[in-house]
């Protein structure tokens, strides 16, 4: 079976840290460019970060550039999002996603882990 399934989310205190985890199944893992997504409280979907294949390289959203480490195991198919200095902003619903396009309706994501980041 094609899935994503994320793990690791819980609540945290202010400057805390977290690691999510994302095991992949059912597809060629390291072919893929992945990405982690988020939605918040009251608001929409928000990219935050994409991994490349190969090449690993990384691509941030401004809100977490520097917080925040996506990176990859392909021999064990998961992917990784390691966040730092948590604030409450942070609060949300986290998703990994095959590929880049989080927006696109047909994208292959996770169910998701919630992030719960208190004062």
């Known amino acids: 079976e094609v899935q994503l399934v994320e793990a690791g989310g819980g609540r945290v205190q202010s400057g805390g840290s977290l690691r999510l985890?994302?095991?992949?199944?059912?597809?060629?893992?390291?072919?893929?460019?992945?990405?982690?997504?988020?939605?918040?409280p009251g608001k929409g979907l928000e990219w935050i970060?994409?991994?490349?294949?190969?090449?690993?390289?990384?691509?941030?959203?401004?809100?977490?550039?520097?917080?925040?480490?996506?990176?990859?195991?392909?021999?064990?198919?998961?992917?990784?999002?390691?966040?730092?200095?948590?604030?409450?902003?942070d609060t949300a619903v986290y998703y990994c996603f095959r590929g880049d396009q989080v927006h696109d309706s047909d994208a292959l994501r996770g169910q998701g882990t919630q992030v719960t980041v208190s004062s």
């Open 49 to 89: 970060a994409t991994i490349y294949p190969l090449t690993r390289n990384t691509d941030y959203d401004h809100s977490v550039r520097g917080r925040f480490t996506i990176s990859r195991d392909d021999a064990k198919k998961i992917l990784y999002l390691d966040m730092d200095r948590l604030n409450p902003g």
């Open 21 to 40: 985890t994302c095991a992949a199944s059912g597809f060629a893992f390291d072919r893929f460019t992945m990405s982690w997504a988020r939605r918040a």
